[in-house]
């Protein structure tokens, strides 16, 4: 399995961003998916985690009702939709693939691997 991030870029504070990632070599449609991020000097943090049908979602703290989390099964994509992006978001944002068809992994940070190669998220303030 191979997972590409792409959109990320540099915005200002309360600028918006919206990320995607796109699975090729098998299909995620019975995974659930989630996005990780790290920034320079910290250790990678879940953001967002979403369950294999694309009814439950679950977000770390720290986002606060500003991003969204979504998947397309037919086109094989999770995307993030962040917004009201704040200067501590800067980070490198990954893609990552969950456990199968799951009960609750879609929430648990360390059910999830195969990771994507990332995107840069940079936010000015």
């Known amino acids: 399995l191979y997972l590409a991030e792409s959109g990320g870029g540099t915005v200002q504070t309360g600028d918006s961003l919206r990320l995607s990632c796109v699975a090729s070599?098998?299909?995620?449609?019975?995974?659930?998916m989630g996005w990780f991020r790290q920034a320079p000097g910290k250790e990678r943090e879940f953001v967002a985690g979403i369950n294999w049908v694309g009814e439950r979602t679950h977000y770390g703290a720290f986002v606060e009702g500003r991003f969204t989390i979504s998947r397309d099964n037919v086109k094989n994509t999770v995307d993030l939709q962040m917004d009201s992006l704040k200067p501590e978001d800067t980070a490198v944002y990954y893609c990552s693939r969950g456990p199968y068809i799951s009960r609750d992994g879609y929430r648990n940070p360390s059910a999830f691997e195969a990771w994507g190669q990332g995107t840069q998220v940079t936010v000015s303030s």
């Open positions: 070599g098998g299909r995620i449609s019975s995974f659930d």
